[in-house]
């Protein structure tokens, strides 16, 4: 069956560099990919989707990067702020299906 | 987001006993989703409604059933609590035809703890 994972728990980060969250995944069929945000006491929030016909999809200082060809995919996030701290979750889609979601990793960005 | 509703927000209750925990959605959507979300875990799905008629299980759909009363609500029932389904609670919608893929909308969350 599909699952999507993340690679690290913890990612900690000084304020002001850029970050990188990983993220892999097992089905080659997956249609999108969608990263979210999860602060604390608050459900997730969509931040950025990719369809699989594409390599990288930009945000507002956000980036998501798709290797179809190693299954993974990841986020970074430039001049991380205080804000960023969260959980974040990559998703994974096929067509009718729901959503699978990876484990999260947690954000922390140190003053 | 506002747009999602979920009641209550906590909720203490025993083993054995039935509870609901409702979900409600403002955004129009056909799509709803119940998730439960375990410390040190993402979110696993329990069941989806993919329309008012339809209603299919997710993941982890033993112990749990649902309703979907109308477009703009579904509920989860806990026929019978059990000690490991305290758990965080989250209700979910989508609408694919925006173009979006599935991003889904998630309400606040109910905290369920089973004693």
């Known amino acids: 069956g599909e699952s999507v994972g993340l690679h690290l728990p913890t990612l900690s980060v000084q304020e002001g560099d850029n970050s990188i969250i990983n993220c892999a995944y097992s089905n080659s069929a997956s249609d999108y990919f969608i990263w979210y945000k999860q602060e604390s006491g608050k459900g997730p929030q969509f931040i950025i989707d990719i369809r699989s016909n594409m390599d990288k999809r930009q945000g507002q200082r956000v980036t998501v990067l798709l290797n179809k060809t190693v299954k993974h995919l990841s986020l970074q996030i430039a001049a991380t702020q205080p804000g960023d701290s969260a959980v974040y979750f990559c998703a994974g889609g096929t067509g009718r299906r729901a959503l699978t979601f990876g484990s999260g990793t947690r954000l922390q960005v140190q003053p | 987001d506002a747009d999602v509703t979920q009641t209550p927000r906590n909720r203490i209750t025993k083993t054995g006993k039935r509870i609901m925990l409702e979900c409600s959605q403002t955004k129009g959507h056909d799509r709803m989703y119940w998730y439960r979300q375990d410390p040190g875990l993402g979110l696993r799905l329990i069941y989806y409604?993919?329309?008012?008629?339809?209603?299919n299980k997710g993941e982890i759909s033993d112990g749990y059933s649902v309703s979907r009363q109308a477009q703009a609500k579904f509920s989860l029932s806990l026929e019978s609590a059990i000690p490991n389904q305290t758990a965080l609670y989250f209700c979910?919608?989508?609408?694919?035809?925006?173009?979006?893929?599935?991003?889904?909308?998630f309400g606040p969350g109910t905290r369920l703890l089973v004693l």
């Open positions: 979910a919608t989508s609408d694919p035809s925006g173009g979006r893929q599935e991003t889904q909308y």
């Open positions: 409604s993919f329309d008012v008629k339809d209603i």
